[in-house]
């Protein structure tokens, strides 16, 4: 992973002495809530329902060990005993206090971490494919660009004050695991004929209150033409996005109302008059980068004995492990292990002290002292020996961190919601808790198959609820939890967003709804087909029908007539 030489290392103490001192002068009143506000922001300290809230950024989710075990530190010193992990890839903690705040950013700083720019109107915390580096479909490794695209956007003074927060994201698969088409600016590497590694460049996805799919503007776009094109996107950006509306400063604004067409006009006269910059990248930086990826000593006879045969027929519990957690790997002989961040009655993506000590230590002994953290919210162990699988298992067992549910329901993406969250409009936590309470048998979730559930408090979407097969969003009405149900969403390869079912549901029904839902696939699926396969062959209606009028005679009747010719 990247490693920190002495200018970045001073660069990010001077910013936790420059923050001490300004939450000493707000603390003494010398500051006035306004003034301190981007202040705060720019480090990462929102004001949330209870106490303040800090995001730290962890780029593209790489982890050491030595890092988780800091952010443990943290958690117990700092916070409750816990973090949350989120879709950015990132940890937050919910109950630190003000003035303590620069002590942690002081801790952060000794390992290498920090917490700028993950908030603010400013470019946040670059995103990845968390199988990054290994996974089998991979055309090139989009951590070294992440981290050539942070270290640019780093403290950059043209960029630093945007109309509105700003999200990239690279993904170097054949898959996009990292959601880019719904980013402000989404980066696909590709290989040309001639063997030339480059960039998809797409602009304008994005969720929340408006949400769109992005648009291509460029096919290919050389490696040495990163920066600059990414330059002269956020020019034209600034220059002319909106500051005068809050909802509709986002740059998916700026491009739908231009067209497509016309906003890579504007980008591509921009950057005629910058590509030949300084700013062009020659191959000797890239390889630079690079070296800060090279893979682990693999060993080359890690291809397993019959051990590893005999325990999937021996245990049961460890096969559907197995089947759901694991993930191929590019090297014969190593898995990518899940560490799944969803057992029931705790918070998607919560994760306590003692767990991250616990998952350091298990970094250490398997994966290379390595950890990540994902878009769905779990962690991941990459680089593990097939051999070491069944102790592994057993030892995050222990840990409760082996629920064997990565791709099926209870592998539900979702915000803190109500519970912390200063804008939300309704719970989620204690929803994602009466949907576990409802899906409890892991046979059902198997039957059920890949099926993603995503659920946000509000609007802002930080669940993502827009691209879920199914997305829940929390909404008041007269100041009771109402949830609005979509079906049909995607953030990947086939990316789409979800088609909104009818009327919201009380907050007691929606699992109730859910499952009326999940009977209508059961029923029209043909063989192994998706959930989301499912719903884009028969539509919304049957779905509709049944989920507004559970068993009458005029709904199946409804369903029959729906049904004709599926």
Same mark, same amino acid.
């Not at 330059?231 to 700026?254: F, M, P, S, T």
């Given at each position: 992973m990247y490693q920190y030489d002495y200018y970045d290392q001073t660069l990010v103490d001077e910013r936790?002495?420059?923050?001490?001192?300004?939450?000493?002068?707000?603390?003494?009143?010398?500051?006035?809530?306004?003034?301190?506000?981007p202040l705060r922001l720019m480090n990462g300290l929102y004001l949330q329902r209870h106490a303040p809230m800090l995001r730290v950024a962890i780029p593209y989710g790489l982890l050491s060990s030595r890092q988780l075990r800091t952010l443990a530190h943290i958690a117990r010193r700092y916070d409750k005993g816990f973090g949350h992990f989120t879709t950015r890839q990132n940890i937050q903690?919910?109950?630190?206090?003000?003035?303590?705040?620069?002590?942690?950013?002081?801790?952060?700083?000794?390992?290498?971490?920090?917490?700028?720019?993950?908030?603010?109107?400013?470019?946040?915390?670059?995103?990845?494919d968390h199988l990054a580096g290994v996974a089998p479909d991979e055309i090139e490794d989009p951590r070294i660009y992440c981290e050539i695209i942070r270290q640019w956007s780093t403290f950059h003074p043209e960029f630093s004050y945007l109309p509105r927060k700003f999200k990239i994201a690279v993904t170097g698969a054949a898959y996009d695991r990292a959601a880019a088409?719904?980013?402000?600016?989404?980066?696909?590497?590709?290989?040309?004929?001639?063997?030339?590694?480059?960039?998809?460049v797409l602009v304008g996805g994005g969720l929340g209150r408006?949400?769109?799919?992005? =648009? /291509?503007?460029?096919?290919?776009?050389?490696?040495?033409? @990163?920066?600059?094109?990414?330059?002269? &996107? +956020? =020019? /034209?950006?600034?220059?002319?996005?909106?500051?005068?509306? @809050?909802?509709?400063?986002?740059?998916? &604004? +700026?491009?739908?109302?231009?067209?497509?067409?016309?906003?890579?006009?504007?980008?591509e006269a921009e950057w005629e008059q910058i590509r030949n910059s300084g700013l062009a990248l020659d191959q000797a930086e890239i390889e630079r980068v690079r070296r800060y990826f090279s893979p682990p000593p693999y060993e080359t006879n890690a291809v397993d004995d019959l051990s590893f045969e005999q325990w999937l027929k021996a245990d049961k519990a460890f096969a559907d492990w197995i089947k759901q957690n694991i993930a191929p790997h590019k090297i014969a002989g190593y898995r990518n292990v899940f560490v799944a961040l969803k057992e029931p009655h705790v918070p998607p993506g919560d994760i306590s002290a003692d767990q991250m000590d616990a998952v350091a230590d298990i970094a250490d002994h398997y994966s290379f002292g390595m950890v990540r953290s994902t878009h769905h919210q779990n962690l991941l162990l990459t680089d593990v020996r097939q051999a070491d699988l069944y102790p592994l298992w057993h030892t995050l067992k222990s840990q409760k961190l082996a629920a064997p549910v990565i791709g099926t329901l209870a592998d539900m993406i979702c915000c803190p919601g109500l519970d912390f969250c200063s804008l939300a409009n309704a719970s989620s936590i204690s929803v994602a808790d009466q949907i576990n309470e409802k899906f409890d048998r892991l046979d059902y979730l198997y039957d059920l198959g890949d099926l993603r559930l995503n659920l946000s408090g509000c609007m802002n979407a930080c669940g993502h609820h827009h691209v879920g097969h199914i997305g829940i969003l929390g909404v008041d009405k007269k100041g009771e939890e109402w949830y609005q149900i979509s079906l049909g969403g995607s953030s990947e390869n086939d990316?789409?967003?979800?088609?909104?079912?009818?009327?919201?549901?009380?907050?007691?029904?929606?699992?109730?709804?859910?499952?009326?839902?999940?009977?209508?696939?059961?029923?029209?699926?043909e063989n192994d087909e998706r959930f989301l396969d499912t719903f884009r062959r028969i539509g919304l209606e049957p779905f509709r029908v049944r989920a507004y009028a559970p068993g009458s005679h005029e709904a199946k009747q409804e369903e029959q007539r729906h049904a004709v010719g599926y």
């Open positions: 936790v002495a420059q923050y001490r001192g300004q939450v000493q002068r707000y603390l003494a009143g010398e500051l006035s809530d306004d003034e301190f506000r903690y919910n109950w630190p206090k003000l003035e303590e705040t620069p002590d942690i950013l002081a801790e952060l700083a000794q390992v290498q971490m920090h917490a700028i720019q993950t908030s603010g109107n400013c470019i946040r915390n670059v995103t990845a088409q719904v980013h402000d600016i989404g980066l696909n590497l590709v290989r040309a004929e001639t063997g030339q590694i480059g960039f998809r408006t949400p769109l799919i992005g =648009r /291509v503007i460029r096919e290919f776009l050389p490696e040495r033409d @990163l920066l600059t094109y990414l330059e002269a &996107i +956020l =020019r /034209v950006y600034n220059q002319q996005g909106r500051r005068d509306n @809050l909802y509709k400063a986002r740059i998916k &604004i +700026l491009v739908k109302a231009l067209g497509t067409e016309k906003f890579r006009t504007q980008v990316v789409s967003l979800g088609d909104i079912l009818g009327p919201s549901v009380p907050k007691t029904e929606v699992a109730n709804t859910l499952e009326r839902i999940l009977r209508v696939y059961v029923e029209y699926r």
